[in-house]
């Protein structure tokens, strides 16, 4: 089955600054990349997605961008805000299954 | 505005007890799913559904058992609960197979 691989774990940035999510993952045959964003004591919920067709999706300060051939994927969170503070997970969907990383803690220091 | 409930947010059981979670969805999804969120381990599949009376296994459906008799409404059933289910339960639906996960809001078990 899938195996997606997440890093780092935690992260800590200063407003303003960039923060970096990276995943690989196993199957090449997955072809459909979303990311989750869980608050504290709240659902996850869905802010970007990538099909397997396109290299790189922008919406407005994040960004996630997909290389097939390494079989990695990474989101890319610009100017940084307190409430970017949350655990990002990603995701990679092999046939009927969709498997999760094992999360970021991303803390955004005013 | 999709909602996804959970019937309870926080329950505490014993070795041995049998245990249900409920899961409800108000947008006529075809596809209901039941993840386990543990700390370090990510979001793990237990089991999903996509048509009433189906069901299929995720990656960790040992321990566990689903019910879907109606579309709405998706059961999680732990026959005989251990020490080791003490977890955060997260019930999902989507429209669509590759679409968008709107997720409860979780249940936490506790098993003594």
């Known amino acids: 089955g899938e195996n997606v691989e997440q890093h780092p774990s935690t992260l800590s940035v200063q407003e303003g600054d960039s923060a970096v999510i990276k995943c690989t993952y196993s199957?090449?045959?997955?072809?459909?990349f979303p990311w989750y964003k869980q608050e504290l004591g709240k659902r996850p919920q869905l802010i970007i997605d990538?099909?397997?067709?396109?290299g790189e999706k922008k919406d407005q300060r994040i960004a996630v961008t997909l290389n097939k051939t390494a079989k990695h994927f990474s989101l890319h969170i610009t100017e940084t805000q307190p409430e970017d503070s949350a655990v990002y997970f990603c995701?990679?969907?092999?046939?009927?299954?969709?498997?999760f990383g094992t999360g970021t803690r991303l803390a955004v220091r005013p | 505005d999709v909602k996804v409930t959970q019937s309870s947010r926080y329950l505490v059981k014993r070795t041995g007890e049998k245990v249900f979670l409920e899961c409800v969805q108000d947008?006529?999804?075809?596809?209901m799913f039941w993840y386990r969120q543990d700390p370090g381990l990510g979001l793990r599949l237990i089991y999903f559904?996509?048509?009433?009376?189906?069901?299929e296994k995720g990656d960790i459906p040992e321990g566990y058992s689903v019910s879907r008799e109606k579309k709405e409404r998706f059961s999680l059933i732990l026959e005989s609960a251990s020490t080791n289910q003490t977890s955060m339960y997260l019930c999902?639906?989507?429209?669509?197979?590759?679409?968008?996960?709107?997720f409860g809001e979780g249940s936490r078990l506790t098993v003594l």
């Open positions: 199957d090449s045959a997955s072809n459909y």
């Open positions: 559904s996509y048509d009433v009376k189906m069901k």
């Open positions: 995701a990679a969907r092999s046939g009927d299954k969709l498997t």
């Open positions: 990538i099909r397997s067709n396109v």
């Open positions: 947008m006529d999804h075809e596809n």
């Open positions: 999902a639906s989507s429209q669509y197979r590759a679409g968008e996960l709107f």
